[in-house]
């Protein structure tokens, strides 16, 4: 051998008549089953190519694959495992220039066929197994750096490839996946033992070399094997290969893995709920990763499918629903459970996925869930429910609203207008108005993830009358000029929406309870002095709507408004700390504690609480009186004359589409019950109202009030609107104003036979030099 090496050494020009030699022998060797020859042939070719390192190895080389190709075809195991040696032996060779013409084909297939290996034995099994493996890892390091020759990449050699490896990998982990996870065996210390560990090593090596134009036809595979086994059910596996992929690829083509997820979704929309649940599995495993890096152009994208898929879930669970009741087939009931763990592991990865997201792009997502909700009565919204009835459409408000949930679970903005901008605020605040109390709390709920920006919530969980609030160790800053102009441009809608949302007749006690968490954080976060009084107005409107009872609530609920009322008051004196306001709360507090405990949380909100008959309005004593509240609270310096105004809420036109039945009611006359008015005039205060009463109040009072509500509402305007509407309505007057001096002048000028000067005219932005100065019929327009 070393006369042979010297030789070829010396005379590299002789290197392809050694190797045909040496070819011709081991092939006859093989034929005649002289194995020893073949190993002594073999060792030689190894030998050879490992010293010999000079441009006349390209024919040596062909003898030599030609070879080794020969020993894998043969059916004996230790050949083909001495081929596979002597192949890696190869493949770890660096070549000084590469060979476009030599292809690998022939062996991707044998190597990925070996990985399939189904003998008897299973140490033979395991050995021809592990040869396949490191067969494919040296096909990939040996043509993966080559940018001009990127044929292993091709879909024809991948499809074999990857399933071949991931084959390996799931085996072994059916076998001992109980015992540790497949990328730490805990059998044995050589990897060479365990073909699970070799396969995956392979195969994060083959993914960390993946580049951007052929990262797809790397990951297509493992659907398709993962489909051919079925492996989605049950996912475990596949969402450790999906783990393996996200951590082996390079970060910047996350996305890609993702969009492939996406797409293999979207194929798979009428296999069993099982399946999508899977891959719903697996998208937010990938999400999970990728989220913490680079995701691309894909979350929109992400969500859209989703909340797509979301939708067709819903259409299935009622569509499986109505089969049942035709039929009277109990086995849909099991189909439609499965459709809820679908839907479950949708909202899970919404909002996993937006909850990961940097602020600004969940603030986009926020508006982008809340534009797909869809409300009763229109059909603007890119979410289609039209075909699935009342019960579908709440079930797809229900979900849409749980996934807002959690992508604002976290949120913290620096503003609550940057939390909630008007055209998020609008659509939310409307869908708290709809006709269902789960509804309602899911939207407070979302409502308080955003306001509560230092953590409050958990500490205000449960009605109730706290006797010390200082206990609680509230967490406040001072209110920013931001937040000022915030509440004053939304803060009656917020407001209303409170005062609407207490005066639905199916309230139950966690609606009340969100409510006066909604009352409280509003003090907590936005209260300055003006706002404290508008709360307390609400507050009071909101005791009225107990006692006088015009929407005929049930007593639960008259009284459970009465509790709320009761629990937020003692919260808000004792955070302003104004001692005669505090003091005048815990005497009613005191008083309804003896004579009335059902007006508290404590007892209307227990299991057998005994409700009273009917209310006596007469007994002041048990309420919040107004008149001494403003006492109370002008000793200390605040501004107490709005405190005599009833409040009453302003509905929008978005409120109104939100509501199937009329929203007229909420209009109704309020009745003033403030202290100091004549109780029996406020009993005898339901005379019948006709046109004539109505005439002679106009005549009255009319045009005054008319004058008082123009002059409120141009007040109203300049503080609220934006400055640019308020800017074009003013340039538009300006024009129109132009337009009529212009046609004024044309008019009113009369020419007679000569002038008597010349003059500038300016009118508007038209600036008129020299006109001929004329007699004019109106001599004030001049002066003008």
């Given at each position: 051998m070393?006369?042979?090496?010297?030789?070829?050494?010396?005379?590299?020009?002789?290197?392809?008549?050694?190797?045909?030699?040496?070819?011709?022998?081991?092939?006859?060797?093989?034929v005649r089953h002289r194995y020893g020859y073949v190993f002594i042939a073999m060792e030689a070719l190894d030998q050879l190519l490992m010293a010999c390192h000079s441009q006349s190895i390209k024919p040596f080389v062909e003898s030599f694959l030609h070879m080794v190709a020969k020993l894998l075809e043969s059916g004996e195991p230790k050949l083909q495992v001495l081929g596979t040696n002597s192949f890696v032996k190869f493949a770890n060779i660096e070549e000084d220039t590469p060979s476009y013409h030599r292809r690998y084909d022939f062996f991707v297939s044998r190597f990925s066929a070996m990985c399939h290996s189904c003998h008897d034995d299973q140490e033979i099994r395991d050995e021809i197994r592990i040869a396949g493996i490191r067969g494919i890892q040296g096909v990939v390091r040996k043509t993966v750096n080559d940018e001009l020759r990127a044929t292993i990449w091709e879909p024809q050699h991948m499809d074999k490839i990857?399933?071949?490896?991931?084959?390996?990998?799931?085996?072994?982990?059916?076998?001992?996946?109980?015992?540790?996870?497949?990328s730490s065996p805990t059998g044995g210390g050589d990897k060479e033992e365990n073909p699970a560990a070799l396969a995956e090593n392979c195969f994060r090596e083959l993914l960390g070399r993946a580049t951007y134009g052929n990262m797809n036809n790397a990951v297509r595979p493992v659907f398709a094997h993962l489909d051919h086994h079925r492996l989605?059910?049950?996912?475990?596996?596949?969402?450790?290969?999906?783990?393996?992929?996200?951590?082996?690829?390079?970060?910047?083509?996350s996305h890609h893995v993702i969009q492939e997820i996406l797409r293999h979704l979207d194929a798979c929309k009428r296999d069993s709920p099982r399946v999508r649940a899977g891959i719903i599995q697996v998208l937010l495993e990938a999400v999970a990763i990728a989220a913490k890096g680079s995701i691309g152009p894909t979350v929109l994208e992400v969500f859209n499918t989703l909340l797509k898929h979301l939708r067709l879930s819903v259409d299935f669970e009622l569509g499986d629903r109505r089969s049942s009741m035709d039929s009277a087939n109990h086995s849909t009931s099991t189909k439609e459970s499965d459709e809820k763990i679908v839907q479950n592991a949708i909202i899970q990865t919404i909002g996993f996925f937006g909850s990961n997201l940097p602020d600004y792009q969940r603030s986009e997502i926020m508006m982008f869930v809340m534009g797909k909700v869809p409300v009763f009565g229109t059909t603007s919204h890119t979410l289609d429910s039209s075909q699935l009835g009342d019960l579908g459409t709440r079930r797809i408000q229900i979900m849409l609203l749980r996934s807002?949930?959690?992508?604002?679970?976290?949120?913290?903005?620096?503003?609550?207008?940057?939390?909630?901008?008007?055209?998020?605020?609008?659509?939310?605040?409307?869908?708290?108005?709809?006709?269902?109390?789960?509804?309602?709390?899911?939207?407070?709920?979302?409502?308080?993830?955003?306001?509560?920006?230092?953590?409050?919530?958990a500490k205000l969980r449960g009605i109730r009358i706290i006797p010390d609030v200082s206990d609680l160790k509230i967490k406040r800053d001072k209110i920013?000029?931001?937040?000022?102009?915030?509440?004053?441009?939304?803060?009656?809608?917020?407001?209303?929406?409170?005062?609407?949302?207490?005066?639905?007749?199916?309230?139950?006690?966690?609606?009340?309870?969100?409510?006066?968490?909604?009352?409280?954080?509003?003090?907590?976060?936005?209260?300055?002095?003006?706002?404290?009084?508008?709360?307390?107005?609400?507050?009071?409107?909101?005791?009225?709507?107990?006692?006088?009872?015009?929407?005929?609530?049930?007593?639960?609920?008259?009284?459970?408004?009465?509790?709320?009322?009761?629990?937020?008051?003692?919260?808000?004196?004792?955070?302003?700390?104004?001692p005669a306001f505090c003091q005048h709360v815990s005497?009613?507090?005191?008083?309804?504690?003896?004579?009335?405990?059902?007006?508290?949380?404590?007892?209307?909100?227990?299991?057998?609480?005994?409700?009273?008959?009917?209310?006596?309005?007469?007994?002041?004593?048990?309420?919040?009186?107004?008149?001494?509240?403003?006492?109370?609270?002008?000793?200390?310096?605040?501004?107490?004359?709005r405190l005599s105004v009833p409040y009453v809420p302003q509905v929008t036109d978005e409120d109104r589409l939100s509501r199937r039945k009329s929203i007229v009611d909420t209009l109704s006359l309020q009745v003033d019950i403030l202290p100091g008015n004549n109780a029996e005039g406020q009993v005898n205060n339901t005379e019948e109202i006709t046109f004539e009463a109505l005439k002679k109040a106009i005549d009255n009072t009319g045009l005054e009030e008319q004058e008082k509500e123009k002059r409120r509402l141009v007040i109203e305007k300049f503080q609220k609107a934006p400055f640019e509407e308020i800017a074009a309505q003013c340039e538009t007057k300006a024009n129109l104003l132009h337009d009529r001096l212009t046609q004024i002048l044309e008019l009113t000028i009369r020419p007679p036979p000569s002038p008597s000067g010349t003059m500038t005219i300016t009118a508007g932005h038209a600036h008129y030099q020299s006109v001929p100065v004329y007699e004019m019929k109106f001599p004030d327009l001049c002066v003008y």
């Open positions: 070393e006369k042979l090496t010297f030789y070829a050494v010396s005379a590299p020009e002789k290197l392809d008549r050694i190797g045909a030699y040496l070819a011709e022998r081991l092939s006859r060797d093989v990857v399933p071949s490896l991931l084959y390996n990998m799931q085996k072994i982990e059916d076998a001992d996946s109980r015992i540790g996870p497949p989605w059910d049950g996912n475990e596996f596949a969402v450790s290969c999906f783990k393996i992929i996200m951590y082996s690829i390079q970060a910047q083509y807002l949930l959690m992508v604002t679970s976290g949120y913290n903005a620096k503003t609550i207008a940057a939390a909630l901008p008007a055209p998020f605020l609008d659509p939310l605040l409307s869908q708290s108005l709809m006709e269902d109390s789960e509804l309602r709390q899911l939207v407070l709920e979302v409502l308080h993830n955003l306001i509560d920006r230092h953590d409050n919530r920013s000029r931001q937040d000022v102009s915030f509440m004053k441009k939304h803060g009656q809608q917020l407001y209303g929406h409170i005062y609407q949302g207490c005066k639905e007749e199916d309230n139950v006690q966690k609606n009340f309870e969100l409510l006066y968490t909604s009352l409280a954080l509003l003090t907590i976060e936005l209260a300055n002095e003006e706002v404290v009084i508008d709360l307390i107005r609400v507050a009071v409107a909101l005791q009225d709507i107990a006692i006088l009872n015009e929407d005929n609530l049930p007593m639960f609920n008259r009284c459970s408004i009465m509790a709320l009322v009761a629990a937020y008051l003692n919260f808000l004196s004792q955070m302003i700390a104004v005497k009613v507090i005191e008083i309804r504690t003896l004579e009335a405990p059902y007006f508290l949380p404590e007892t209307i909100f227990r299991d057998k609480c005994s409700l009273p008959k009917s209310f006596e309005r007469d007994e002041k004593n048990l309420f919040f009186l107004t008149q001494k509240i403003a006492e109370s609270l002008g000793g200390s310096g605040y501004s107490v004359e």
